[in-house]
């Protein structure tokens, strides 16, 4: 097991929960019925902070699969130059976007809940205020319940942006591009565990993070080093293994119509990432992506006998 029974569960809650959390999302900025009916995605444009790209479902992923390699490399520049202020500023930015596209639908609903009728630019302002605090919070002053609380509406507000212009086919060929370059990064050019180690050592990490106790071995124990020593450990779970699988269930969500369908994929998600941390050996990376696009996809040949 890669950590202890407590941790493995808590992830994998977290997991779940930034699923759920994101379906919801999804569904306040798409209009699942009439989408699921006509085959056509309906979006409540007014909501839209920052509008989804203009480009066709069909052949989305490759733009997705561009955007991935194009940021990908940028951070290898930063790593290798040790750019630590642009990684800073980058990350920032990116959580901040994404945080406002995520909390919008909430902040809507509570704003109409305590006042009323309100403007929609009035509203979008106060959104981007809110998600600017909470990114302020979030990297200066960082604490495991707001980092992570963070970290769910961020993979919401993509959801939010990106299911709109996918399909069915083409999200399912993006996971299986996604799965297939994850397993080369990390096994093969271990880039990606390059990228995780100086995002961990910035304390800025894209993804759900999880510190616990630990013992490790002392290989040569004296007397002010025992032969167990605790150690702080971290668990984490990188962004895009929250992210991908999202994107898959939302597309199911508004295909379908039906929640429990979209539940279904990112229960078989849950499962799959459960599996993996308890067959992971510890100290180890490991490509996530490929086993939690089998349990994605194990999922939506379910619901299709729902």
């Not at 040569?220 to 779970?237: A, E, H, Y």
């Amino acid at each position: 097991m890669k950590h202890n029974l407590t941790v493995t569960l808590s992830l994998v809650l977290l997991f779940l929960i930034a699923q759920m959390v994101g379906l919801v999302t999804v569904s306040r900025y798409i209009d699942i019925k009439a989408t699921s009916e006509t085959g056509i995605t309906q979006v409540y444009n007014e909501k839209y902070i920052i509008a989804p790209p203009e480009i066709e479902e069909s052949t989305s992923f490759i733009y997705i699969i561009l955007a991935v390699l194009f940021g990908t490399g940028l951070a290898l520049l930063i790593v290798r130059f040790k750019k630590v202020l642009l990684w800073k500023a980058w990350f920032f930015t990116s959580v901040m976007l994404c945080l406002t596209l995520g909390i919008f639908p909430y902040v809507e609903i509570v704003a109409k809940w305590l006042i009323g009728s309100i403007a929609t630019k009035t509203l979008s302002l106060l959104t981007i205020a809110i998600a600017l605090a909470i990114t302020t919070w979030k990297i200066f002053w960082p604490n495991i319940i707001i980092y992570n609380l963070a970290e769910i509406f961020i993979y919401s507000g993509i959801a939010a942006l990106l299911v709109p212009v996918l399909n069915l086919p083409s999200v399912i060929i993006l996971l299986l591009l996604i799965s297939l370059y994850d397993f080369w990064a990390v096994n093969k050019t271990k880039h990606m565990v390059t990228l995780a180690k100086f995002q961990t050592s910035t304390k800025m990490f894209a993804g759900l993070v999880f510190p616990y106790k630990a013992q490790r071995h002392v290989s040569k124990p004296t007397p002010n080093r025992p032969i167990l020593q605790q150690v702080t450990k971290q668990g984490i779970l990188g962004g895009g293994d929250i992210a991908f699988p999202l994107l898959l269930s939302g597309v199911v969500l508004k295909t379908t119509g039906s929640f429990l369908s979209a539940f279904i994929v990112s229960l078989f998600a849950a499962a799959s990432l459960l599996v993996l941390f308890l067959v992971a050996k510890k100290d180890k990376y490991y490509p996530a992506m490929p086993i939690l696009t089998l349990g994605c996809l194990l999922g939506v040949l379910l619901t299709a006998f729902i």
